[in-house]
C-alpha cells in the first residue's frame, strides 16, 4: 500500500526538502531557543503539514490545479483587495488578513495563483500563432497582483513577479526581439511611474534599494546583517554560539534574516551547505522537466524554480550586501507556516509533473 | 543542441555560483574585520528626533515652537553597577526606578534609554562634572515642544504626547520611534504629519570606551514644517484675559478672507504640562477638572442658541412668504396657542403691545415669534436652519464634526414614537427645546447673513490669497437677508433694542442676543453680529454659559471686542 503510495515521487526531490527543513529548524531553535515562543516546536508542525501536502498533491496531479486556475486568480485578487480595507497593518505595511485565529497572507498565495493563471493562459496559446495578443494578456494578468502588492507595500513579494514572468514568457517561446521591447518600454516607464510616485513612496523606494540613506532602518539592519554572516568566517562560531544574531543586533532573525545566524554558527562552509542543498533541490526540478512534454508542465516547473531561485537570491544576497533588504523568507528554511506550506504546494505541483511524466 | 532550458538551467547555477562567491568574500577573505567588529560590538546607532515645525499666528509670532532640554540618558550595556546607586543619589531617584528605566523597551540593542527627561540645566552640569565616575551615563540635549504663551491658543493648537507601546507598534518606524510624540489635540493632531518631519540617525563605530571613533553613515533628521494661522496672538491674548474666570467661548471671524482671528475658550489649560513627564500632576489636575478646561466650548459643545434662533425664523417665514416685514402681531405678554392650552410667556410681562418684523428682532419679543410659528411647520425652521449651517458639518480644520442638533417631525417620531405637538413648534421658533448648536456654527450662520448668503466656512491656517475657490450661494431671497441685518443693526443702535450694551462710539454694529434657559442654573447668554454695518469687516460669537442675559453679559463682551480690535487695528500715525 504504502509502495503504492509513494510510488512515482521523485525521492531526490523530497530529500532536498527534507535537508533544508531540517538545517531551518535546527537554526530556527538557535535563533530563538533564549526567547519565548517556542518556534521551533511550531515549526515541527508546519513541516510535517507541508510535507503531507508535498506528498499529496501529486496525487490530485497538476492538471486540476490549472483548470480552476483562473478561479484561484480572481480569489486572490479579491483577497489582496480586502487586505487593503480590512488588513491589519504592521510597520507600517498592510499584508496580513485575519481569518478568525489564522492570519493569512494573500500576496504569498497570490503568487502561486498566478503563475498557474498564467501558465494556464500561455499553455493554450501556441507561440507561433500572434505574439503580440497573447504576450500582453499574459503581461495584464500579471501586472494587476503585481500593482496590488505593490501597493500594500510589499515591494520585496511583488519583485518576485518579474523573475517569474521573465522565466515563464521564455520557457513559452516568446520571441527575442519581444524580450528586447519589453525590457525597452519597462526602462521608459520607470521614470514615467516615477512622476506619479507622493513623496514619501519615492524614499521608500530609494531606501529600499539603498539601504544606508537610512541609517535608523534597514541600513542599520543591513550592516548588522553583513557583520553577522561575515564574523562567521571560514569555520563559523558553532552552533548556538554566535553573538550577534543571538544578541537582537539582527532582528527577525528567526524568519528573514535566518542565514545570518547559519553565517555566523557554521560559517563559510555551512553557508555552502546550504547552497548545494538548493543546487541540489533545483537540479532534481531540472531533471523533472527533461522528462516531460507538457508545454504548461515545463513552464509551471520553471515559475516554480525561478520564484524559489529569486527568494534563495535575494534573500542570502542582503545578508552580505548584494541584494536590497526585502522581507522575503528562506524558502523552506525560515519560520513561517504559509511560506512554507506555499512552497510545499508549489513543489507538490511540480512532483506531479514527474508523476505524469509518461502521460504524452 | 543549446536550447532556451539549457540557457535557463546555466543561468541558474551561474547565480548561485555568484551567491557562493559573495559569500566566500564576506566570511573567508574578510571574515577577521567581521569577527572584531563583531567580538567588540562597536557599532552605535544614535536616533535622531527631527525637530517639529512651529505654528505662527497671521503676524509670524510663535504660538508653538521647541526649546532645548537636557536629558539624562545611559546605555545600559556600557553602565557598571557602581554606577547605580551613585546616580540615583544624584537623580534623588529609587534605585529600582532607575533599573526599571535602564531595562525598559529600546528600539536597538546599545541605543541609549532615558533615565529621566527634562532635568534643569544646574543637575545636568553637575551630572556632567561627574561623567568619569558615570560610565554610560550622559547628557542629550534634545528639543521638546514649547508653547510660550501657555493657555492663550491652548484649544487651537492642542498638544502632544509620547506615543504609546501599541501606537508604536503599528506605526512607520522611518517616522515614529519609540519614545516620538504625537500630536493629541488641534493643529499638532491634524497636521502631525507636516509638523513631524523626517527622524535621522547616525551609525558610529566606538572604541572600548564607547567614544566615537568615526561615523560610518548618517542620515539628517528633516525639519518638521512650519504653519501660519490666521488668528492674530495679540486680540485672542486680550480675549482670553476678558472671559478669564467664565465658561465661555468668543469667536471673531475676518469676513474677508474667511480666517478666524481669535477663537477662544474659557477656561483653557496649559498645554505645556504635556510635554515634559515632570507635570504629570498637573495634567491630573486638568484632565479631573470639573470646569473640564480640555474641552473646546466652541464647537465641540452644543447649547440651546435662544432669542439667536429667531434670525432663522424670520427668515424661513419670510423666504417661504408666510410674513412680510411689516406683518404686524400684538404682544400683550403671554400667547395662548388654543383657548385651553397653558400660556406662553413673553420675556417682557408688560408686552410689547402692536410690532412688525423690525420691532420684534429688535425687542426680541417671543409673541410675535409664536404667531409666526402659528404658520410654520417645525420642518420648514428646519430647512433653512440647514441652509444657514446648523447642524451641519464644519469644514475648520481642527474639528470637522459640529455636534448641534436640529430637530425634524420625522426624527421626533423615530426618536419618541410621537406626532409633533404644535406648541413644541413655538419653542423652536424661539431657540429652545430640542434645538442645539455650537457657537462657531452660530458664527457661521452670521456671517453667511452678513455675506449677503454667500456660503462660509470659517478656517484657521492662512491661505494663499490667490486661491479664491468658486463660492456657492445659499437659497435664500437676497431682500430677506437684507431685512435681517437691518433688523440686527436696530437690535443694537435703537433705544428700543436688546442689545444696546454693545454700542461702540466709532462705528455702526448689527448684532442679536440671545438669552438660553437652561433650568435649574441660570441661563446661557449669547451674542453675534458682524461689524460695521456697511461693508462688513467682522463677524462675531460670544457665548457665556450660565452668564445671565445675554443683552448684558456677552452685549458687554462685545462692546469689550470691538474696542479691542480697533485698537489693535488703528491705522498707525505717520
Redesign the interface.
Known amino acids: 500500500m504504502l509502495r503504492r503510495l509513494l510510488n512515482g515521487i521523485h525521492f531526490p526531490l523530497v530529500f532536498a526538502v527534507i535537508a533544508l527543513a531540517a538545517i531551518g529548524m535546527l537554526f530556527i531553535y538557535s535563533a530563538s531557543y533564549r526567547d519565548p515562543g517556542n518556534y521551533e516546536v511550531k515549526q515541527v508542525f508546519w513541516v510535517l503539514i507541508g510535507l503531507g501536502v508535498l506528498i499529496g498533491v501529486p496525487f490530485i496531479g497538476y492538471r486540476p490545479f490549472l483548470s480552476v486556475s483562473y478561479f484561484f486568480y480572481v480569489l486572490s485578487l479579491v483577497l489582496l483587495v480586502l487586505v487593503d480595507f480590512f488588513g491589519h497593518k504592521h510597520l507600517g505595511a498592510q499584508r496580513w488578513l485575519s481569518l478568525g485565529p489564522i492570519a493569512i497572507q494573500p500576496s504569498e498565495f497570490a503568487k502561486l495563483a498566478t503563475l498557474l493563471a498564467v501558465v494556464n493562459f500561455l499553455g493554450v496559446h501556441h507561440p507561433w500563432e500572434g505574439q503580440i495578443k497573447t504576450v500582453s494578456v499574459a503581461l495584464l494578468l500579471l501586472v494587476v497582483p503585481f500593482a496590488l502588492i505593490v501597493k500594500q507595500p510589499d515591494l520585496g513579494t511583488a519583485l518576485l513577479f518579474i523573475p517569474m514572468s521573465l522565466v515563464m514568457l521564455f520557457l513559452w517561446g516568446v520571441r527575442k526581439r519581444f524580450f528586447i521591447a519589453a525590457f525597452g518600454a519597462a526602462a521608459l516607464a520607470v521614470p514615467l511611474a516615477w512622476e506619479f510616485l507622493k513623496e514619501y513612496q519615492k524614499k521608500r523606494l530609494w531606501v529600499f534599494l539603498e539601504p544606508n540613506r537610512d541609517p535608523l532602518g534597514s541600513g542599520y539592519t543591513a550592516l548588522q546583517a553583513k557583520i553577522a554572516v561575515g564574523s562567521g568566517g571560514l569555520w563559523g562560531k558553532g552552533y548556538l554560539a554566535g553573538t550577534q544574531s543571538q544578541l537582537h543586533f539582527v532582528p527577525e532573525h528567526h524568519t528573514d534574516f535566518i542565514f545570518c545566524v547559519i553565517g555566523e554558527e557554521w560559517g563559510f562552509l555551512g553557508s555552502l551547505l546550504v547552497l548545494c542543498c538548493y543546487g541540489f533541490l533545483f537540479h532534481s526540478i531540472f531533471l523533472i522537466m527533461q522528462h516531460t512534454t507538457d508545454v504548461k508542465a515545463k513552464m509551471l516547473c520553471g515559475g516554480v524554480l525561478a520564484l524559489l531561485l529569486s527568494q534563495v537570491v535575494i534573500n542570502i544576497g542582503m545578508t552580505f550586501g548584494l541584494m536590497p533588504i526585502a522581507g522575503l523568507p528562506l524558502p523552506l528554511v525560515s519560520y513561517g507556516g504559509s511560506s512554507f506550506v506555499m512552497t510545499c504546494i508549489a513543489l507538490g505541483l511540480v512532483l506531479s509533473v514527474y508523476r505524469e511524466r509518461s502521460i504524452f | 543542441m543549446f536550447t ?2 539549457h540557457f ?2 546555466g543561468f ?2 551561474l ?2 555560483a ?3 562567491l ?7 577573505v ?6 572584531e ?3 567588540r ?1 562597536h ?1 552605535r ?1 544614535i ?1 535622531l528626533e527631527a525637530p517639529r515645525g512651529r505654528v505662527f499666528d497671521q503676524k509670524n509670532r510663535l504660538l508653538a515652537t521647541n526649546r532645548a532640554s537636557y536629558n539624562v540618558v545611559a546605555i545600559p550595556e556600557d553602565v557598571t553597577p557602581e554606577v547605580y546607586p551613585l546616580l540615583a543619589k544624584l537623580l534623588d531617584m529609587p534605585e529600582a526606578d532607575l533599573r526599571e528605566r535602564m531595562s525598559a523597551g529600546r528600539e ?2 546599545f541605543a541609549p534609554a532615558v533615565i529621566r527627561g527634562d532635568v534643569t540645566r544646574e543637575l545636568a552640569f553637575k551630572i556632567e562634572e561627574r561623567q568619569p565616575e558615570l560610565p554610560g551615563v550622559s547628557i542629550r540635549v534634545d528639543g521638546v515642544r514649547y508653547y510660550p504663551y501657555g493657555e492663550t491658543a491652548s484649544h487651537v493648537i492642542g498638544y502632544i504626547g509620547a506615543v504609546s507601546r501599541d501606537e508604536y ?6 517616522r515614529y520611534g519609540m519614545n516620538s510624540m504625537v500630536g493629541r489635540a488641534g493643529i499638532e493632531r491634524v497636521f502631525d504629519e507636516s509638523l513631524r518631519g ?6 558610529i563605530e566606538v572604541n572600548a570606551s564607547g567614544q566615537k571613533v568615526q561615523v ?4 539628517k533628521p528633516e525639519p518638521g514644517e512650519d504653519i501660519k494661522l490666521t488668528l492674530d496672538l495679540e486680540f485672542q491674548k486680550r480675549i482670553m484675559d476678558m472671559v478669564k474666570g467664565q465658561h465661555a467661548s468668543v469667536a471673531v471671524l475676518d469676513l474677508e478672507t474667511d480666517g478666524l482671528l481669535a477663537m477662544a475658550s474659557a477656561p483653557g489649560y496649559d498645554p505645556n504640562i504635556f510635554v515634559s513627564p515632570a507635570t504629570s500632576e498637573q495634567r491630573m489636575t486638568v484632565l479631573k477638572d470639573q470646569n473640564s478646561p480640555m474641552l473646546d466650548r466652541g464647537i465641540n459643545a452644543a447649547y440651546p442658541p435662544g432669542s439667536v434662533f429667531k434670525l432663522v425664523t424670520a427668515l424661513a417665514a419670510l423666504d417661504l412668504g408666510k410674513i412680510t416685514p411689516e406683518t404686524r402681531f400684538s404682544c400683550n405678554g403671554s400667547f395662548r396657542l388654543g383657548p385651553k392650552s397653558k400660556p406662553a410667556h413673553c420675556w417682557f410681562k408688560a408686552g410689547h403691545g402692536s410690532i412688525n418684523l423690525y420691532e420684534a428682532l429688535e425687542r426680541s419679543c417671543n409673541v410675535y415669534f409664536f404667531n409666526v410659528a402659528k404658520r410654520l411647520t417645525p420642518d420648514d425652521i428646519a430647512h433653512y436652519a440647514h441652509v444657514l449651517g446648523l447642524g451641519e458639518p464644519m469644514r475648520l480644520e481642527i474639528g470637522r464634526l459640529a455636534p448641534g442638533f436640529i430637530p425634524d417631525s420625522s426624527w421626533k417620531r423615530a426618536k419618541f414614537h410621537q406626532p409633533w405637538y404644535q406648541g413644541e413648534t413655538l419653542n423652536m421658533a424661539i431657540g429652545q427645546g430640542y434645538v442645539l448648536v455650537t457657537p462657531l456654527e452660530i458664527l457661521r450662520l452670521t456671517s453667511i447673513i452678513a455675506k449677503d448668503g454667500l456660503v462660509v466656512e470659517p478656517h484657521i491656517v492662512a491661505r494663499d490669497r490667490q486661491f479664491v475657490p468658486e463660492k456657492p450661494r445659499v437659497a435664500i431671497q437676497e431682500q430677506n437677508l437684507d431685512v435681517i441685518r437691518r433688523a440686527m443693526l436696530q437690535v443694537v443702535e435703537s433705544d428700543y433694542g436688546t442689545g444696546q450694551l454693545a454700542r461702540v462710539d466709532f462705528d455702526k454694529l448689527a448684532g442679536k442676543t440671545g438669552t438660553a434657559q437652561a433650568p435649574p442654573n441660570k441661563s446661557h447668554s449669547w451674542m453675534t453680529g458682524f461689524f460695521p454695518y456697511k461693508d462688513p469687516k467682522l463677524a462675531f460669537v460670544v457665548f457665556v454659559e450660565h452668564g445671565g442675559s445675554g443683552g448684558i453679559t456677552s452685549a458687554r463682551l462685545v462692546k469689550q471686542v470691538l474696542e479691542t480690535w480697533k485698537e489693535l487695528n488703528a491705522a498707525p500715525v505717520t
Not at chain 2, 574578510?30 to 569577527?35: D, S, T, W
Not at chain 2, 523626517?198 to 551609525?203: L, N, P, S, V
Open positions: 532556451r532550458f535557463f538551467q541558474v547555477f547565480m548561485l555568484a551567491l557562493g559573495g559569500l566566500f568574500h564576506t566570511q573567508v574578510r571574515g577577521h574585520y567581521f569577527l567588529l563583531s567580538t560590538n557599532i546607532l536616533p536597538y540593542p507598534r503599528d506605526l512607520d518606524h522611518d523626517w527622524r535621522g540617525g547616525e551609525q560610518l553613515s548618517d542620515r
